[in-house]
Nanobody, 119 residues
Framework: QVQLVESGGGLVQPGGSLSLSCTAS????????MAWFRQAPGKQRELLAT???????NYVDAVKGRFTISRDNAKNIVYLQMNSLKPEDTAVYYC?????????????WGQGTQVTVSS
């Protein structure tokens, strides 16, 4: 069974924080690099952060220093701690596996979780 379930989104004021979670089925999570993405209205989905099964992380410049990706390999959960949020962070956030070799995410996507940053 293929499953990705994101949660933790909501409405937050600029400068605030949110913590997102993504529970993945074992066939997606196991031994794979996992990643967080977001898609704002009218824009393409963009990669934000990745984490290997060993815990090595990468971030795009737009979120570096503000967002932290982590994972719990025993529970098949990947997290995204988001601090110092800005209005431009408003988007639907998704997780998925990621392949640096082919620079591509998995074909299956969950429903995502909406993050709105507004005063």
């Amino acid at each position: 069974q293929v499953q990705l379930v994101e949660s933790g989104g909501g409405l937050v004021q600029p400068g605030g924080s949110l913590s997102l979670s993504c529970t993945a089925s074992t066939n997606i999570f196991r031994a794979n690099t996992m990643a967080w993405f977001r898609q704002a209205p009218g824009k393409q989905r963009e990669l934000l952060a990745t984490i290997t099964s060993a815990g090595n992380t990468n971030y795009v410049d737009a979120v570096k220093g503000r967002f932290t990706i982590s994972r719990d390999n025993a529970k098949n959960i990947v997290y995204l701690q988001m601090n110092s949020l800005k209005p431009e962070d408003t988007a639907v956030y998704y997780c998925n596996k990621w392949s640096w070799a082919i620079r591509r995410a998995g074909d299956y996507w969950g429903q995502g979780t909406q993050v709105t940053v507004s005063s």
